[in-house]
Protein backbone atom coordinates (compact mmCIF):
# COMPACT_ATOMS: atom_id res chain seq x y z
CA UNK A 1 0.00 0.00 0.00
CA UNK A 2 1.55 3.42 -1.24
CA UNK A 3 1.73 5.78 1.86
CA UNK A 4 0.91 9.56 2.29
CA UNK A 5 2.74 11.69 -0.63
CA UNK A 6 3.09 15.53 -0.54
CA UNK A 7 4.08 17.92 -3.11
CA UNK A 8 5.89 19.86 -3.93
CA UNK A 9 9.11 18.51 -1.54
CA UNK A 10 10.47 22.08 -1.39
CA UNK A 11 8.94 25.79 -2.05
CA UNK A 12 10.46 29.02 -2.13
CA UNK A 13 7.86 32.02 -2.12
CA UNK A 14 8.54 35.79 -1.18
CA UNK A 15 6.86 37.71 1.09
CA UNK A 16 2.90 38.59 -0.55
CA UNK A 17 2.86 35.45 -2.45
CA UNK A 18 0.37 32.83 -1.64
CA UNK A 19 1.39 29.00 -2.03
CA UNK A 20 -0.90 25.99 -2.57
CA UNK A 21 0.26 22.17 -1.31
CA UNK A 22 -0.99 18.91 -2.19
CA UNK A 23 -1.69 15.63 0.14
CA UNK A 24 -2.16 11.96 -1.36
CA UNK A 25 -3.60 10.21 1.44
CA UNK A 26 -3.19 6.36 2.27
CA UNK A 27 -5.97 4.49 -0.29
CA UNK A 28 -9.06 4.18 1.71
CA UNK A 29 -8.71 6.82 4.45
CA UNK A 30 -11.19 9.71 4.49
CA UNK A 31 -9.12 11.91 7.33
CA UNK A 32 -6.53 14.30 6.28
CA UNK A 33 -4.99 16.63 8.55
CA UNK A 34 -2.29 19.20 8.40
CA UNK A 35 -0.13 20.35 10.55
CA UNK A 36 3.26 23.20 10.88
CA UNK A 37 6.62 22.21 12.31
CA UNK A 38 8.63 25.57 13.66
CA UNK A 39 11.57 25.40 15.45
CA UNK A 40 9.78 27.84 18.01
CA UNK A 41 6.26 26.41 17.99
CA UNK A 42 7.20 22.63 17.46
CA UNK A 43 3.93 20.63 15.54
CA UNK A 44 0.88 23.00 15.12
CA UNK A 45 -2.13 21.41 14.19
CA UNK A 46 -3.68 23.38 11.08
CA UNK A 47 -6.97 21.85 10.28
CA UNK A 48 -8.65 18.47 9.64
CA UNK A 49 -10.65 17.21 6.63
CA UNK A 50 -12.94 14.52 7.03
CA UNK A 51 -15.07 13.25 3.46
CA UNK A 52 -14.85 16.65 2.17
CA UNK A 53 -15.66 18.18 5.24
CA UNK A 54 -13.66 20.50 7.89
CA UNK A 55 -14.16 18.87 10.92
CA UNK A 56 -11.79 20.68 13.24
CA UNK A 57 -9.27 23.63 12.92
CA UNK A 58 -6.23 25.43 15.03
CA UNK A 59 -5.53 28.58 16.43
CA UNK A 60 -3.98 30.11 12.53
CA UNK A 61 -5.17 33.33 11.14
CA UNK A 62 -7.80 32.86 8.18
CA UNK A 63 -4.95 32.66 5.20
CA UNK A 64 -4.50 29.56 5.87
CA UNK A 65 -7.45 27.47 4.34
CA UNK A 66 -7.62 24.17 2.88
CA UNK A 67 -10.29 21.56 0.81
CA UNK A 68 -10.50 18.01 0.51
CA UNK A 69 -11.79 16.07 -3.12
CA UNK A 70 -14.05 13.59 -3.26
CA UNK A 71 -10.89 10.49 -3.76
CA UNK A 72 -9.62 12.53 -0.04
CA UNK A 73 -6.96 14.15 -1.54
CA UNK A 74 -6.41 17.52 -0.14
CA UNK A 75 -4.74 21.07 -0.48
CA UNK A 76 -3.76 23.58 2.19
CA UNK A 77 -3.09 27.19 0.83
CA UNK A 78 -1.60 29.90 2.58
CA UNK A 79 -1.86 33.31 1.29
CA UNK A 80 -0.05 36.66 1.65
CA UNK A 81 2.55 35.11 2.70
CA UNK A 82 5.05 36.05 5.80
CA UNK A 83 8.51 35.19 6.97
CA UNK A 84 6.99 33.24 10.02
CA UNK A 85 5.41 30.98 7.55
CA UNK A 86 8.62 29.70 6.99
CA UNK A 87 8.09 25.94 8.14
CA UNK A 88 7.87 22.57 7.28
CA UNK A 89 3.96 21.23 6.59
CA UNK A 90 3.25 17.82 7.50
CA UNK A 91 -0.12 15.97 6.13
CA UNK A 92 -1.41 12.99 8.17
CA UNK A 93 -3.47 10.28 6.69
CA UNK A 94 -5.97 8.19 9.15
CA UNK A 95 -7.86 5.11 8.87
CA UNK A 96 -8.98 4.78 12.39
CA UNK A 97 -8.08 6.96 15.06
CA UNK A 98 -5.06 5.64 16.68
CA UNK A 99 -3.13 5.19 13.78
CA UNK A 100 -2.04 8.24 11.84
CA UNK A 101 0.35 8.34 9.32
CA UNK A 102 2.62 11.29 7.86
CA UNK A 103 3.54 12.30 4.58
CA UNK A 104 7.19 13.94 4.21
CA UNK A 105 6.21 17.59 4.57
CA UNK A 106 6.96 20.30 2.19
CA UNK A 107 9.37 22.46 3.25
CA UNK A 108 8.40 26.37 2.93
CA UNK A 109 10.89 29.16 2.64
CA UNK A 110 9.54 32.54 2.63
CA UNK A 111 12.18 35.13 1.70
CA UNK B 1 -1.43 26.00 27.43
CA UNK B 2 0.60 22.98 26.89
CA UNK B 3 -1.88 20.00 27.28
CA UNK B 4 0.87 17.22 26.37
CA UNK B 5 4.35 17.81 27.90
CA UNK B 6 7.51 15.56 27.01
CA UNK B 7 9.85 17.28 29.83
CA UNK B 8 13.48 15.33 28.98
CA UNK B 9 14.64 17.30 26.07
CA UNK B 10 17.38 14.50 25.52
CA UNK B 11 18.44 10.97 26.40
CA UNK B 12 21.67 9.01 26.11
CA UNK B 13 21.30 5.56 26.01
CA UNK B 14 23.98 2.63 25.74
CA UNK B 15 23.34 -0.29 22.97
CA UNK B 16 21.63 -3.04 24.32
CA UNK B 17 19.91 -1.22 27.00
CA UNK B 18 16.67 -0.13 27.76
CA UNK B 19 15.69 3.83 26.25
CA UNK B 20 12.44 5.27 28.23
CA UNK B 21 10.88 8.43 27.52
CA UNK B 22 8.22 9.94 28.50
CA UNK B 23 4.75 12.04 28.75
CA UNK B 24 2.59 13.86 30.59
CA UNK B 25 -0.75 15.52 29.89
CA UNK B 26 -3.91 17.35 31.62
CA UNK B 27 -6.30 16.70 29.89
CA UNK B 28 -8.70 13.81 30.70
CA UNK B 29 -10.68 13.92 27.69
CA UNK B 30 -7.69 12.41 25.91
CA UNK B 31 -8.65 8.78 24.42
CA UNK B 32 -5.85 7.93 22.27
CA UNK B 33 -2.15 8.03 23.05
CA UNK B 34 -0.02 7.74 20.09
CA UNK B 35 4.13 7.70 20.04
CA UNK B 36 6.31 9.27 16.40
CA UNK B 37 10.18 9.24 15.56
CA UNK B 38 11.12 12.03 13.99
CA UNK B 39 14.30 12.60 11.38
CA UNK B 40 15.38 16.24 10.90
CA UNK B 41 13.33 17.97 7.48
CA UNK B 42 11.02 14.68 7.63
CA UNK B 43 7.92 13.56 8.15
CA UNK B 44 7.11 11.92 11.66
CA UNK B 45 7.07 7.71 11.47
CA UNK B 46 4.18 6.29 13.48
CA UNK B 47 5.62 3.83 15.92
CA UNK B 48 2.70 2.62 18.69
CA UNK B 49 -0.23 3.59 20.25
CA UNK B 50 -2.20 3.30 23.11
CA UNK B 51 -5.92 3.66 24.01
CA UNK B 52 -6.78 5.46 27.03
CA UNK B 53 -9.18 2.47 28.29
CA UNK B 54 -5.78 -0.19 28.28
CA UNK B 55 -2.32 0.61 30.22
CA UNK B 56 0.21 -1.39 28.40
CA UNK B 57 0.58 -2.19 24.01
CA UNK B 58 3.87 -3.57 23.21
CA UNK B 59 4.96 -3.92 19.38
CA UNK B 60 8.60 -5.82 18.48
CA UNK B 61 10.93 -3.27 20.85
CA UNK B 62 8.44 -1.12 21.57
CA UNK B 63 5.83 -0.93 24.40
CA UNK B 64 3.62 2.01 25.46
CA UNK B 65 2.68 2.19 29.27
CA UNK B 66 -0.67 4.16 30.50
CA UNK B 67 -1.11 5.50 33.88
CA UNK B 68 -4.40 7.25 33.56
CA UNK B 69 -4.16 8.09 37.33
CA UNK B 70 -1.05 10.32 36.80
CA UNK B 71 -1.73 10.84 33.49
CA UNK B 72 1.58 9.47 32.53
CA UNK B 73 2.63 7.56 29.87
CA UNK B 74 6.08 6.31 28.60
CA UNK B 75 7.49 4.55 26.08
CA UNK B 76 9.92 1.72 26.48
CA UNK B 77 12.72 0.74 23.62
CA UNK B 78 14.49 -2.45 24.24
CA UNK B 79 16.83 -3.29 23.44
CA UNK B 80 17.88 0.33 22.00
CA UNK B 81 19.80 0.69 18.87
CA UNK B 82 22.11 2.97 17.13
CA UNK B 83 19.24 3.50 14.66
CA UNK B 84 16.71 4.72 17.27
CA UNK B 85 18.53 7.71 17.21
CA UNK B 86 16.08 10.22 16.63
CA UNK B 87 13.44 12.97 18.00
CA UNK B 88 10.72 11.18 19.68
CA UNK B 89 7.18 12.63 20.02
CA UNK B 90 4.09 11.86 22.33
CA UNK B 91 0.75 13.11 20.73
CA UNK B 92 -2.89 12.21 21.93
CA UNK B 93 -6.41 13.05 20.92
CA UNK B 94 -9.83 12.97 21.97
CA UNK B 95 -12.69 11.72 19.69
CA UNK B 96 -14.63 15.10 20.01
CA UNK B 97 -12.03 16.61 17.90
CA UNK B 98 -11.66 14.05 15.56
CA UNK B 99 -8.34 13.13 14.35
CA UNK B 100 -6.57 16.44 15.67
CA UNK B 101 -3.27 15.56 17.60
CA UNK B 102 -1.84 17.25 20.16
CA UNK B 103 1.47 16.98 20.61
CA UNK B 104 4.71 17.00 23.19
CA UNK B 105 7.93 19.29 22.42
CA UNK B 106 9.88 16.05 21.77
CA UNK B 107 12.58 14.31 23.45
CA UNK B 108 15.94 13.87 21.53
CA UNK B 109 17.53 10.15 21.84
CA UNK B 110 21.32 8.78 21.11
CA UNK B 111 21.68 5.50 21.25
CA UNK B 112 25.97 5.26 21.79
CA UNK B 113 27.26 1.96 20.58
Known amino acids: KAGVTQTPRYLIKTRGQQVTLSCSPI?????VSWYQQTPGQGLQFLFE???????NKGNFPGRFSGRQFSNSRSEMNVSTLELGDSALYLC??????????FGPGTRLTVL | DQQVKQNSPSLSVQEGRISILNCDYT??????FLWYKKYPAEGPTFLIS?????DKNEDGRFTVFLNKSAKHLSLHIVPSQPGDSAVYFC????????????FGAGTILRVKS
Open chain 1, 49 to 55: YFSETQR
Open chain 1, 27 to 31: SGHRS
Open chain 2, 50 to 54: ISSIK
Open chain 2, 27 to 32: NSMFDY
Open chain 1, 92 to 101: ASSGTPDTQY
Open chain 2, 91 to 102: AASAREYGNKLV
